[in-house]
Each structure stands twice: as C-alpha cells, then as structure tokens.
C-alpha cells in the first residue's frame, strides 16, 4: 500500500507539474510508492488528514498546529529563503493610496487560504476594518481574486506575495500593491505522519542533497525552490505559538 503525499492547495498553477516531479523523483530516492493526492480545498485535505489518510504532507503554516499536536506529525524541512507573506492590492485606477483610505463597507476578494487571510485582516486592522464591516468575496483561486479587482467587482484584494508575484505582467499592470505583510518567520513545511516516521531521516537526508545532483537541482527549480533547510521541533513550535497568537 503506498504512502499519501499531499501539498497545501495554496501553491501556485505554475507549479502543478513541479509537484508530481517531485513526488516521481521522491519514490525513486526512497524506492517507496508514494501516491500524490492534491485536493481543491483546504476543508478537503483536512478531512483526510483527519481520517488518518496522508503520511507526507507540504503543509501551510495555519495548519502546523493541527498536524504536530493532533496528528502526530514532525516537520522535516522548508523551503531555503522563503516566507509566507501577504499582500493588499487594488485597481491601478483606484483612488485609494494606503490601507487607510478603505472604508467601511468595502468588498475584499480573498480565499480560503487560510494563514494569507489572517495575515490579509491584520494588514486591515489600522483602517478600522474587520470582517464585520467589510464586504468578503471568497474566491477558490489567488488568480479569481485579481480578476475580481480588475473588473471592478472588488475594491481590494488579499494575496499570498508569491501567488501576487506569478501573476502575468498584465495583470499586475491593473493592479497595485498597498501593503505587504514582514512577518518573515512564517513559512510552508513539509511535514512527516507516524506512518512514515520511520523514514524520517531518510527523508531529510534526500532532501537536503538534492542540491548536489543534477536531477535534484532540476526537480527543485520546477517547484521555484533553491533548496530545502532542515526544520526543528523547537522552530516549528515558534511558529505555532506565533499563530496562536496572531489568531486571537
């Protein structure tokens, strides 16, 4: 019966690939079947992490505490160099200068993401904002979200930076940036279930080389990775504790 790996919904379209090259050249560095499972939405995959169904998994941060306190999962390692941060866009044609010239009443696109919308509706706090007196369009794509500003459907929009970062030029050039997010400490991991555990270093030895090989460095370059950097249970419990946190 091969093991279950699956990525957090919130990664980018350009990456879909990235992810099933990762997971073949996984298998064949563990010569272990591992079965790739990618879901449509956030409340999906917690319905199968809840039903003991995933082994592996690419996770969000909000989901961290769930995973390792719940579940028994480890963290193994996160992508070298990057942050999960977030950031508010409007139309280029709005009048709107910084977060403080929304008003009470405006509709916000977002998604279901849910570390980048806690993020997002802190960004709004110093406009007097919160979800009682704005007006939220969940959208199930980062993509939906900038169509909605565009067309004028929404007056802003909330991002995760990198998703903002992929969109095509055309679209940025109808979009602008009013704040982002400098967290800087809060990332995706990828994380082990006890099912798996007793690979757990086997696990971090293949990731952590897969810079020294040809293959690897390829296989990184489609997920938009430089490399992997170990994650321990101290730095992950940080994390946790600062979202609790940030969640109250």
């Known amino acids: 019966?091969?093991?279950?790996?699956?990525?957090?919904?919130?990664?980018?379209?350009?990456?879909?690939?990235?992810?099933?090259?990762?997971?073949?050249?996984?298998?064949?560095?563990?010569?272990?079947?591992?079965?790739?499972?990618?879901?449509?939405?956030?409340?999906?995959?917690?319905?199968?992490?809840?039903?003991?169904?995933?082994?592996?998994?690419?996770?969000?941060?909000?989901?961290?505490?769930?995973?390792?306190?719940?579940?028994?999962?480890?963290?193994?390692?996160?992508?070298?160099?990057k942050a999960d941060e977030a950031i508010i866009a409007v139309n280029s044609s709005s009048g709107a200068e910084c977060v403080e010239d929304l008003q009470p009443g405006v509709k916000v696109a977002t998604t279901d993401d849910p570390d980048v919308h806690m993020m997002g509706l802190i960004m709004l706090e110093p406009a007097d904002?919160?979800?009682?007196?704005?007006?939220?369009?969940?959208?199930?794509?980062?993509?939906?979200?900038?169509?909605d500003i565009i067309r004028g459907d929404c007056e802003a929009g909330i991002f995760l930076a990198e998703a903002y970062n992929d969109l095509s030029?055309?679209?940025?050039?109808?979009?602008r940036v009013l704040v982002k997010s400098e967290i800087q400490i809060i990332h995706h991991a990828l994380m082990v279930g006890p099912r798996l555990a007793q690979k757990k270093d086997s696990l971090m030895q293949v990731l952590l080389s897969m810079t020294d090989d040809i293959k690897g460095k390829g296989v990184l370059q489609n997920l938009g990775f430089s490399g992997w950097?170990?994650?321990?249970?101290?730095?992950?419990?940080?994390?946790?504790d600062l979202m609790d946190t940030l969640m109250v």
């Open 129 to 147: 904002l919160d979800t009682k007196n704005i007006q939220l369009n969940i959208r199930d794509s980062f993509v939906l979200v900038a169509k």
């Open 1 to 81: 019966m091969p093991y279950n790996f699956t990525v957090s919904p919130d990664f980018t379209p350009d990456h879909l690939s990235g992810w099933f090259i990762f997971n073949t050249w996984l298998q064949r560095a563990l010569d272990e079947a591992i079965h790739l499972e990618l879901f449509d939405s956030f409340f999906d995959q917690r319905e199968a992490i809840q039903a003991d169904q995933i082994d592996l998994i690419y996770a969000n941060p909000y989901d961290a505490a769930m995973l390792v306190r719940d579940k028994g999962f480890s963290p193994l390692t996160k992508p070298e160099g």
């Open 169 to 175: 030029s055309i679209a940025k050039s109808q979009l």
């Open 229 to 240: 950097k170990a994650v321990n249970e101290e730095e992950s419990e940080f994390m946790i």
